[in-house]
C-alpha cells in the first residue's frame, strides 16, 4: 500500500483538470464492500500503528473511536431528528430516509452493497476513498502504484479540487443532496465549512511523506473557491435554487431576516443598494475576492466588479441568473490559478492583512461573512506560524477573542467582531524577516 503523500495533493493543477469531476463515491457502479473488509488488525484495524509499514494500519481505529463520522447515523436516531422528519412530514423515519442518509451514510443502493455493508456504519472508509470492489486487492500490491488504484475505482482525494468537492456535497450540498431552507426550519442545524479548518480537526490516519508542509492556505482557497462556485451552480440549478415562488433562502444571508425588529438592519448598505435588500450569501465569495488578489490585479478587479454587479442584479431581478453563471465561470478559470501558485510570505501577510481590513471596513457586517473571515485569518495565521512568519506571543491571545466574538451566531456583534479585528491586527504587526 501506498502512504498518502502530499506531493501529490500539492501538485500544479493543469486547467482542464480544475473541475475533472471525478464520479463521487456515492454515485459509483462499483460495489461497496463494507466496513468488514478494512477493519481487520492485518489491514486497518491494528490498535497500535505498525512500525515497519508506510501506512498507520489503525485507520479503522482511529475512525470509529474517534472521528465523528462514524457517528453520523447514530443522529439520526436521536430526538431531534425523529422530530424534524416528523416536522418535514417525511414517509419514513429519519434513519430510512434516503433525504437523510444521503450525508449521514454510505447511501448507496441495494445492488451496489456488499456482504459487510452496514447501513448503521455511518459515513465509512469508502464514503470518501471510493467502493473498494474493483481496488480492494490491488492497493495492496508491492508493484500496484496509486495511479492504477484511481483507475480502478479508487477516489482521487488527493486531489484538492475533488477532496474540496467530496466534502462540500455533504458540507454545503449539491444538485442531487441539500440542507434547504424548509429543513433549516425544521430544525436541521446551518451548515458551516471550511476545507482546510475541518480538515485540521479531525483526527488524522494517515501519513506525509518526510519534510512536507501542509499547505493549509492552498486548500483553504481551493476550497472557498469551490464553495463559491457551489453556491451559484445552486442559484442557477432550477430544481434546487428555487422553493415554489421564492428562491432557495439558504443560498441568502439568515441574518438579512433573522434577526429582532427593532435591530434595523441594512444588508444592502455596503454594496449601494437600499434597505430591505436581502444579500446573497457572499461568505465565499468574499474571501475569493481576497484570494484574486494575490493573483493578479487584472482578476482582482475583475471579480470585485463581478460580484458587485451580482448583488446588483439580484437586488434588481435583472439577468441575475446569467450574471451568476458569468461569476461562476471566472471562479472556474481561478481554480487552476490556485493551485499552481506558490503563495508567498508577503501573499500571505497580505491576504491577512486584507482579511481583517476588509472586516473592519464593514464586509463582515453579516455573521456568515465574518464566521468564514475567522477560519481564514485562523488557517493562514496557522500557517505562517509553523513556517516562522509569526513570532509574536499576543497574535494567539488575539486570535482567540477573534473566535469569541463569532462563537454564537445568535449573538453575533459587528462591534465586537472589528474590535477583535483591530487587536488581532496590531498584534500581527509586519512581516517577520
Not at 17 to 44: E, I, R, W, Y
Not at 370 to 390: H, P, R, Y
Request: charged share 25%; net charge positive.
Amino acid at each position: 500500500m501506498r502512504r498518502f503523500s502530499l506531493v501529490a495533493f500539492l501538485a500544479v493543477l493543469a486547467p482542464a483538470a480544475a473541475f475533472s469531476a471525478a464520479v463521487l463515491p456515492q454515485n459509483a457502479t462499483d460495489k461497496t464492500l463494507g466496513m468488514g473488509s478494512c477493519a481487520s488488525s492485518l489491514c486497518h484495524g491494528a490498535v497500535e500503528t505498525w512500525k515497519q509499514s508506510n501506512v498507520l494500519q489503525n485507520e479503522y481505529v482511529i475512525w470509529s473511536r474517534r472521528d465523528k463520522h462514524a457517528r453520523a447515523y447514530t443522529v439520526l436516531l436521536g430526538e431531534r431528528s425523529k422530530e424534524i422528519a416528523a416536522r418535514l412530514e417525511l414517509s419514513a423515519p429519519a434513519h430510512r430516509s434516503a433525504l437523510c442518509l444521503d450525508c449521514h451514510a454510505h447511501n448507496v443502493p441495494e445492488p451496489r452493497r456488499g456482504e459487510h455493508f452496514v447501513i448503521a456504519d455511518g459515513v465509512t472508509c469508502e464514503t470518501c476513498h471510493g467502493p473498494a470492489h474493483r481496488w480492494i486487492d490491488s492497493h495492496v500490491a508491492r508493484d500496484n502504484t496509486h495511479k492504477e488504484n484511481i483507475a480502478r475505482g479508487m477516489y482521487p482525494i488527493a486531489d484538492p479540487v475533488e477532496r474540496a468537492r467530496l466534502c462540500l456535497s455533504c458540507h454545503f450540498g449539491n444538485s442531487q443532496k441539500f440542507v434547504t431552507h424548509k429543513m433549516m426550519a425544521a430544525g436541521h442545524p446551518r451548515m458551516s465549512f471550511e476545507l482546510d479548518t475541518f480538515t485540521q480537526i479531525q483526527p488524522p490516519h494517515y501519513r506525509t511523506d518526510a519534510g512536507q508542509v501542509w499547505d493549509g492556505v492552498r486548500i483553504w482557497a481551493i476550497g472557498q473557491a469551490l464553495a463559491a462556485h457551489e453556491l451559484l451552480d445552486m442559484l442557477n440549478d432550477p430544481k434546487r435554487g428555487r422553493d415554489g415562488l421564492f428562491p432557495e433562502l439558504v443560498l441568502f444571508d439568515c441574518h438579512s431576516c433573522h434577526h429582532p425588529m427593532k435591530d434595523k438592519r441594512n444588508a444592502g448598505a455596503r454594496l449601494g443598494l437600499g434597505p430591505g435588500f436581502v444579500r446573497l450569501n457572499d461568505a465565499s465569495l468574499l474571501m475569493v475576492r481576497q484570494i484574486a488578489r494575490r493573483l493578479g490585479e487584472e482578476g482582482d478587479a475583475q471579480f470585485a466588479q463581478q460580484v458587485q454587479r451580482l448583488h446588483r442584479d439580484v437586488a434588481r431581478g435583472t439577468d441575475a441568473l446569467a450574471h451568476a453563471r458569468a461569476v461562476r465561470q471566472t471562479i472556474a478559470e481561478l481554480v487552476p490559478r490556485i493551485g499552481a501558485h506558490r503563495f508567498s510570505p508577503q501573499d500571505l501577510h497580505a491576504m491577512l492583512i486584507g482579511l481583517i481590513d476588509d472586516g473592519l471596513a464593514g464586509e463582515y457586517s453579516d455573521y456568515q461573512g465574518a464566521e468564514q473571515a475567522t477560519m481564514a485569518v485562523q488557517s493562514i495565521a496557522d500557517f505562517m506560524s509553523k513556517q516562522g512568519l509569526l513570532r509574536r506571543p499576543a497574535v494567539g491571545q488575539a486570535m482567540k477573542r477573534l473566535l469569541a466574538a463569532v462563537a454564537r451566531d445568535e449573538q453575533y456583534s459587528e462591534v465586537a467582531f472589528q474590535k477583535a479585528l483591530r487587536d488581532l491586527k496590531s498584534s500581527v504587526g509586519p512581516l517577520a524577516k
